[in-house]
């Protein structure tokens, strides 16, 4: 189970580049009506102070939970920024980038004892990665996943009690995630990769998730009161919806994935 999330996870990872790489091309894409520009529904998440306890359930059932938070990195000797100071369309030169994080536990069932993650993820100002994380642990073994935009790799470190590994990655190797899984000897059908849209491209063609992000104005309820909030939706390879309800602030207050993996925040009864 857990060499299967660390390949899920690396994925995630190569899909979430691609969007930040991409956004500013698919980002003004509006539906009719009510619409929203992503840029600014994105901009209220990565400035909302307070942060998301979010709980995980897998097909309905709670697994995990976890916290998230974004934050606003500032320039050595900066005054602290305060973010009604500046307006969203720039950002004061006082301020370095975002950074986000994402931290917490789950039990899965094949998974004896409970597995903790940290992910973090820096941005610089116009919002480009700079730099990727995220760290597993269970019991005494820990698993870290490393990436900076400049070097264009990934590192992948496993520790436990008796030994320490490392294996490095670059870009290119994820665009064919087949290979990937031969050379981390994962135990995964690798027809399995064709099904979900996973295939090796030619090289001659770019790979691409498909990811285009549309976001426009919904209501959601909390207990018994209905509430303005945005709705940020994509289709993953063309077949897989993800949507997230994001409060007027940039709080996250709903996360659908594929295969009936929901992030829900606290505030909703289970």
């Not at 976890?66 to 305060?82: C, L, M, T, Y």
């Amino acid at each position: 189970m857990l060499p299967r999330l660390i390949l899920v996870l690396v994925t995630l990872f190569w899909m979430t580049m691609n969007y930040l790489l991409w956004r500013s091309e698919f980002g003004s894409r509006n539906l009719v009506g009510s619409s929203v520009p992503v840029e600014v529904v994105w901009r209220k998440i990565l400035t909302e102070p307070d942060g998301s306890d979010l709980a995980i359930l897998h097909h309905n059932r709670p697994i995990g939970h976890g916290k998230w938070s974004a934050n606003i990195r500032q320039n050595p000797g900066a005054r602290r920024i305060i973010v009604e100071e500046f307006p969203p369309e720039a950002a004061p030169e006082a301020v370095a980038g975002y950074r986000i994080d994402f931290a917490g536990t789950l039990s899965l069932n094949d998974v004896p004892g409970r597995l903790s993650y940290d992910f973090s993820l820096k941005m610089a100002t116009n919002q480009a990665w700079q730099e990727f994380g995220l760290t597993l642990k269970l019991h005494s073994a820990a698993w870290r996943i490393h990436s900076l935009a400049t070097e264009q790799t990934i590192h992948i470190k496993e520790q436990d009690e008796s030994e320490k590994s490392e294996r490095i990655f670059t870009f290119a190797d994820l665009q064919n995630p087949q290979a990937l899984a031969r050379q981390l000897d994962l135990p995964i059908p690798l027809e399995i990769f064709g099904v979900a849209g996973l295939s090796p491209k030619p090289q001659t063609a770019a790979p691409s998730p498909g990811l285009i992000w549309e976001a426009w104005n919904d209501w959601v309820t909390i207990g018994h009161t209905s509430v303005r909030a945005f709705r940020l939706q994509c289709k993953l390879f063309d077949r897989y919806q993800i949507v997230v309800i994001v409060s007027q602030v940039g709080e996250i207050l709903r996360v659908e994935l594929p295969d009936g993996w929901l992030l829900l925040n606290d505030q909703f009864n289970l």
